[in-house]
């Protein structure tokens, strides 16, 4: 009966995470619940996400030390810098542009590289990009926003380097038993039913994560929407401008650089920003969440065309 269930929910995936955010709004005591499930459930999707993938794929990838080079760069360093460009040009609130410009600078999204399989992208070239870029973010990262925005973060890069080796560490490791034991082969035949689990765990991400949202868009309904709307222009755009820069590569690595690239890990920004921190910023990460869960609903029609094998 469990597995009919994850294997019902792995169907229909894509559509269930784009309604996870909308309930999260409607459920603001739940959401208070579930705040202090943020970290584990993060933990969860990376778990999973190692469990599933293709370890020789990554090995793979870790040889092309060139393109996962050129990718970091490009995440860590050239996305914030355009970004706080771009803010010098336009009229947004400090808060919102301060935002903007820590999200571009953040690692992707624990969550990609279960995602990205999800969806038909390189899970592999996935997870070697947000696992570099999530220990190479906290050297990076704070001398970005000292430099750009003057914010200090309330955390040194080394503590910081070491919670994330510790959740990634131990994701790794408990993955590399699982797979020992039960087998790969056993593990890709329940690949819908890990679908289901990761719409779970990203229901509760997401739960967490909205804590508090739901009075914000009552007092201010129009101004939180268009910062929402703000959130997919901001994402879809670091998309598509990825997607670009990495046009010369194969069609199914474009993409995938192109999608991690919008999808930032904000979460982790949150943990460690300074308590008098600007409201905007916080507000920001909360609903720039929209976009994480519809977006790749919206996509996936989309890749399947573009990866679909020409004839």
Not at 121 to 147: I, K, N, W
Not at 174 to 184: H, S, T
Not at 232 to 246: E, S, T
């Amino acid at each position: 009966m469990l597995m009919n269930f994850l294997n019902t929910l792995g169907r229909h995936a894509p559509k269930l995470m784009a309604g996870n955010v909308i309930a999260a709004l409607l459920v603001p005591d739940v959401a208070h619940l579930a705040k202090p499930l943020l970290g584990p459930s993060v933990w969860g999707l990376l778990f999973v996400a190692m469990l599933r993938l293709d370890w020789q794929g990554v090995t793979h990838h870790t040889r092309r030390w060139r393109l996962i080079a050129a990718s970091l760069v490009w995440m860590l360093i050239v996305c914030p810098m355009l970004m706080w460009t771009l803010m010098q040009v336009t009229a947004l609130p400090p808060g919102i542009s301060a935002a903007l410009v820590l999200m571009a600078a953040s690692a992707p999204l624990m969550s990609t590289p279960a995602v990205s399989l999800m969806i038909g992208l390189d899970g592999s070239l996935t997870l070697v990009t947000m696992v570099s870029a999530t220990f190479l973010s906290p050297f990076t990262m704070p001398v970005l926003a000292a430099e750009l925005l003057g914010l200090e973060l309330d955390v040194s890069a080394l503590d910081l380097m070491l919670r994330m080796l510790a959740m990634v560490g131990s994701a790794f490791g408990l993955a590399l038993i699982f797979r020992k034991n039960v087998g790969p082969e056993r593990i890709r035949d329940a690949n819908i039913g890990f679908d289901g689990i990761v719409v779970i765990l990203m229901a509760v991400f997401v739960l967490a994560i909205m804590d508090g949202i739901t009075a914000v868009l009552l007092a201010e309904p129009v101004r939180v929407l268009l910062v929402i709307m703000l959130s997919f222009v901001a994402n879809g755009g670091l998309q598509f401008a990825g997607a670009i820069v990495f046009r010369r590569i194969a069609r199914q690595e474009c993409l995938t650089l192109g999608f991690v690239s919008g999808m930032r890990n904000m979460g982790l920004i949150l943990a460690v920003l300074p308590a008098d921190v600007d409201p905007d910023v916080v507000l920001y990460f909360a609903v720039a969440q929209f976009p994480v869960y519809i977006m790749p609903a919206l996509l996936k029609p989309l890749y399947r065309r573009l990866l679909r094998p020409q004839h």
